[in-house]
């Protein structure tokens, strides 16, 4: 059994959260930048942002961000699913449509109409239903690929897993 967990709620504390999320999408130069955003981040569903953890027999297997903005000149566009990441023993089961459909309830039930995100990845994410809308740019200037996923009120909560 899996479970998809608020970083505030993970029995193991806060820090062995950051420290995942960190090892996944950081370097030996930012972990205070994740701590930091991580340490601030929403305990409540109601508010963005929040990071949550996928866990696998009391071990964290993966994790995603549901966040203001994703290092994207695209300020408008908001809130941005990002950190995604599921250990490689545990994939082709399906876990990141289930951490899509979470993080799609959790933005709908705040009222928002869309998701976003922006990658690298070509193939991966048109497969669940994304859709590249537009292009903006990182800090750096480089162009970056975004991808839309409309919520809608018919999104089926993820019962098999509990929080």
């Not at 972990?31 to 981040?41: E, G, K, M, T």
């Not at 993966?62 to 000149?73: A, E, K, P, R």
């Not at 809130?79 to 309830?105: D, M, Q, Y």
């Amino acid at each position: 059994m899996y479970s998809i967990i608020n970083v505030h709620k993970y029995s193991q504390g806060l820090e062995k959260c950051v420290d995942y999320i960190h090892s996944k999408w950081g370097s030996d130069k930012n972990y205070s930048y994740f701590n930091d955003a991580i340490l601030h981040s929403s305990v409540n569903e109601n508010a963005i942002p929040q990071f949550y953890v996928l866990v696998h027999q009391e071990q964290i297997v993966g994790c995603y961000g549901l966040i203001v903005n994703d290092f994207i000149s695209r300020h408008d566009l908001f809130p941005w699913f990002s950190s995604l990441f599921v250990e490689i023993e545990h994939r082709g089961k399906n876990l990141s449509e289930t951490l899509f459909k979470h993080a799609s309830c959790r933005a709908e039930a705040m009222g928002y109409r869309s998701l976003y995100l922006t990658t690298e990845h070509e193939g991966f994410y048109e497969k669940f239903g994304w859709k590249r809308v537009s292009d903006g740019y990182d800090p750096s200037g480089l162009r970056a690929r975004i991808y839309r996923m409309p919520l809608a009120s018919t999104i089926q909560s993820v019962q098999s897993f509990s929080e």
